[in-house]
């Protein structure tokens, strides 16, 4: 019984990855292009998060034992594949990635098995500005709630539980607006439940409290530039990231 269920569940995850990557990819115009699973370190490719994680290596045998290294991520990557495929301005790639974070810190929706839907898109210099950033945010929020909608309208048993509009804050502002919250998860905790859905921007810089938000990589991420976008989900009550 708990098997067939699991099945099900199995098959209802795929129906949601699957429909929102058709409508994004739409959206942004974005070609779907397969992910490395591993890369080698001298590549420079392998994104090394907050510095201090180890990738899981190895060596392959046919190639005189050369040492690979299992990806983290596909941050860096990306913009190697938009490059290498030769996209345009306006254009982009998306891509389904498996990984293993040997140091992940696991929970109920974290593990060291990585499945991460990730996409990029080339933009003018003119471009990068906060403005594209909210409409782009706006877009990927738009298709993440068509398909909330598409799931509950399919199955009745779930419900639509997003707001219709994301609420955008900068990580100093949300520092202001709970200033006696000493937690950075607190405080997306807290904004996310008040507002539902939340677009937190300009992560990995220092606040005014001298501490940083989070950890972003400084060699390829913009700290002024970036956002993750947080929902509220009421059945764990937790502030769960969708995007970043």
């Excluded at 429909?19 to 699973?37: D, G, I, Q, W, Y």
């Excluded at 306006?90 to 140091?103: C, S």
């Excluded at 419900?159 to 804050?169: R, V």
Aim: charged share 30%; net charge negative.
């Amino acid at each position: 019984m708990s098997r067939g269920l699991g099945d099900v569940y199995k098959r209802q995850i795929k129906e949601i990855k699957d429909h929102f990557e058709r409508a994004l990819a739409k959206s942004l115009h974005l070609t779907r292009v397969s992910a490395p699973l591993f890369v080698k370190p001298e590549s420079g490719l392998n994104d090394n998060l907050n510095g201090v994680e180890r990738p899981v290596a190895f060596g392959i045998k046919e190639q005189n034992d050369t040492p690979v290294e299992i990806v983290h991520s596909l941050a860096k990557w990306k913009r190697y594949a938009l490059d290498k495929y030769g996209f345009s301005v306006g254009e982009g790639l998306y891509t389904d990635m498996n990984a293993i974070r040997r140091d992940e810190e696991t929970d109920n929706i974290h593990s060291i098995f990585v499945d991460q839907w990730d996409w990029e898109k080339i933009i003018t210099k003119e471009d990068r500005n906060i403005e594209t950033l909210k409409e782009t945010v706006r877009t990927v929020y738009k298709v993440l709630r068509k398909t909330e909608k598409y799931m509950s309208i399919k199955y009745d048993y779930i419900q639509e539980i997003l707001p219709k509009d994301i609420f955008f804050i900068t990580t100093q502002e949300l520092e202001d607006v709970f200033p006696d919250v000493s937690s950075p998860k607190e405080r997306e905790y807290y904004i996310a439940k008040a507002k539902g859905a939340v677009c937190i921007m300009q992560i990995g810089d220092v606040l005014e409290n001298g501490e940083r938000h989070d950890g972003r990589a400084p060699d390829y991420d913009d700290w002024s530039l970036n956002a993750d976008i947080v929902v509220y989900y009421p059945v764990l009550d937790i502030a769960c990231l969708l995007y970043t």
